[in-house]
């Protein structure tokens, strides 16, 4: 099991998303994250039980936000 899970919402097509953000860690923090679908549009980055980044209203968390956010978080 990972450190690191990315919940995204299937049924949004937020899949995509997710992969590109899970290989994004992989490349450049050598992390491996679980996926897990959800639904309701979510799209969260955990780092354990801790959200770091998230999708709110208006925005949507690129991959390098992300990679910063799960780095940020570990230190």
Do not use: N, W
């Not at 994250?33 to 925005?59: E, P, T, W």
């Amino acid at each position: 099991m990972s450190d690191v899970t990315i919940v995204y919402c299937r049924p949004c097509g937020y899949e995509k998303r997710a992969k590109e953000a899970a290989a994004a860690l992989r490349r450049q923090l050598a992390l491996e994250a679980d996926l897990v679908a959800g639904k309701g549009g979510i799209f969260q980055v955990k780092l354990g039980d801790r959200i770091v980044a998230s999708r709110s209203k208006g925005h949507f968390p690129g991959t390098d936000e992300i990679v910063a956010a799960v780095t940020a978080a570990r230190h």
